[in-house]
């Protein structure tokens, strides 16, 4: 079994910075990429940031210059560092990641619980 949990969600004013950690444990034989999507009320849930098994990584277009990614990859853990912070930000982040495990030949898609970030004044 492989479990993703994210930590570092709160409340946060305008054009502050908030830190996200997603680290992934379980039975883990191989991660193919690891990122954030979120979601926020009444609306789909959308790309925030991800990494890609070669390390090339790709963001949304409301988050470029403002968010960044990270990873260790010795952990299993990825990063996301948001900063300038703006309330269209508010919404229920989720980690997943591409991950193998050791009952299964194929990489298989698992999400996290979701933390939530609020953008607020």
């Known amino acids: 079994q492989v479990q993703l949990v994210e930590s570092g969600g709160g409340l946060v004013q305008p054009g502050g910075s908030l830190r996200l950690s997603c680290a992934a444990s379980?039975?883990?034989?191989?991660?193919?990429?690891m990122g954030w999507y979120r979601q926020a009320p009444g609306k789909e849930r959308e790309l925030v940031a991800t990494f890609t098994r070669d390390g090339t990584t790709n963001f949304g277009d409301s988050v470029k210059g403002r968010f960044t990614i990270s990873r260790d990859s010795a952990k299993n853990t990825v990063y996301l560092q948001m900063n300038s912070l703006r309330p269209e930000d508010t919404a229920v982040y989720y980690c997943?990641?591409?991950?193998?495990?050791?009952?299964?030949?194929?990489?298989?898609?698992?999400w996290g619980q979701g933390t939530q970030v609020t953008v607020s004044s």
């Open positions: 379980g039975t883990i034989r191989s991660v193919s990429g």
């Open positions: 997943n990641g591409y991950i193998k495990d050791y009952s299964s030949p194929y990489y298989s898609i698992y």
